[in-house]
């Protein structure tokens, strides 16, 4: 998820059984999760600013204490190639890839390859490889990941899990690696040389190839049948869910089993998250202003519900993990904007999602359970 336009990137939700159950389906192949997560990408900068953060009994404690007293096992740290702002970058990383692994946390790294946002929207090239064809683009991305999963490696932080790309609903690394006309092509290169180039540098990592098509079992296995068609290789299957642009919870269901058991792969909610507040924290407008699913509305109970019922859903589905996306953005976020290029004045349109109120407090009831 990103801070974008997600009109035209959902589209149409194919209409399933089941849709508009007041509750999480149970019925399925139940199983434990075991990658409770949380992408904190923005936090190293929160942390650098001097942001506080306090548990639910209003005591202030590290941000990443917080999240694991309430069940967080795993993180999520998004990579860019050479963002303006400079966090993000391979060597912010590194750095706090150290304070993930000192909690005894374990690290999943978003390979975006890309000096800014990659979507289902946008997947600009970086700078650095504008110019480059589809036969470079294999060597840049082999290297590129290579590179910083050794160094990652040599400093004591091996990745358990990375990401070869960001929800990549139609490719990566435009327009080379778009899919045009069901062709996977180019795509499926690309995709084999950031699994190489993983499995190179530590066999054990697994490799996730994630989209934004927890929406629609169509979409889905178009492009997860056309990657396999490819001779593509991946570890987990990786969605993204936010109900009010993927449909229900029967649909999440749905989707979560099918590609399960037809590509025989672990599945993991690599993105959800749900708004607290209406209300706006800063000059930048809000990614979400409110939210109602499955009749849960837009408040601090309703955060945890939400949540609550994500991870039912997935475990009842077979899936194996659930990420929270950004979850310490919280609205005194100065100088730590959404714009890559404006890093230090740009807002944040994520402050009435993150599950830390604008004064820092944990919502008290929020829980990751396996």
């Known amino acids: 998820m990103k801070l974008r336009n997600w009109a035209a990137a959902a589209a149409a939700v194919v209409a399933l059984a089941g849709v508009g159950v007041a509750a999480p389906p149970t019925a399925g192949a139940a199983t434990t999760l075991t990658m409770l997560g949380a992408d904190v990408s923005t936090l190293q900068r929160s942390t650098e600013l001097g942001l506080k953060f306090y548990n639910a009994s209003g005591t202030e404690q590290d941000a990443l204490d917080i999240l694991k007293a309430d069940g967080v096992n795993y993180v999520r740290l998004r990579v860019w190639n050479n963002p303006a702002s400079g966090y993000n970058n391979a060597a912010k990383v590194l750095a706090y890839a ?25 997947q600009a090239k970086p700078a650095a490889w504008s110019s480059h064809g589809i036969a470079q683009l294999q060597t840049d991305v082999y290297d590129y990941t290579y590179k910083l999963c050794t160094d990652l490696k040599a400093q004591g932080t091996t990745p358990d899990s990375v990401q070869i790309g960001n929800e990549i609903n139609v490719g990566m690394l435009w ?81 979560i089993s099918d590609v399960r058991t037809r590509y025989g792969k672990p599945v993991v909610v690599a993105e959800t998250a749900f708004p607290f507040t209406a209300s706006n924290a800063d000059s930048t407008a809000n990614s979400v202003t409110s939210a109602t699913c499955e009749g849960i509305t837009t408040s601090w109970a309703g955060q945890a519900t939400e949540f609550s019922y994500v991870q039912n859903t997935a475990r009842n589905a077979g899936a194996i993990g659930v990420f929270y996306w950004e979850p310490t953005w919280y609205g005194a976020n100065a100088g730590n904007g959404w714009d890559p290029a404006n890093f230090a004045t740009s807002g944040n349109g994520w402050d009435n999602m993150a599950v830390f109120n604008w004064s820092g407090q944990v919502n008290p009831t929020i829980k990751w359970t396996p």
Do not use: E
């Not at 150290?98 to 946008?122: E, F, N, Q």
């Open 175 to 255: 327009n080379d690696g778009k899919v045009v006309n069901s062709d996977f092509t180019n795509l499926g290169l690309l995709l084999k040389a950031g699994y190489n180039a993983t499995k190179a540098c530590n066999s054990s990592t697994q490799v996730m190839i994630h989209t934004a098509n927890s929406d629609s079992l169509t979409n889905a296995r178009w492009f997860y049948d056309g990657i396999k068609a490819q001779g593509v290789n991946w570890d987990i299957t990786g969605l993204s869910y936010y109900c009010m642009w993927h449909g229900t919870l029967a649909n999440l269901y749905n989707v």
């Open 98 to 122: 150290r304070t993930v692994k000192a909690k005894g946390l374990k690290l999943l790294v978003d390979y975006h390859y890309s000096d800014t946002w990659a979507d289902p929207g946008k």
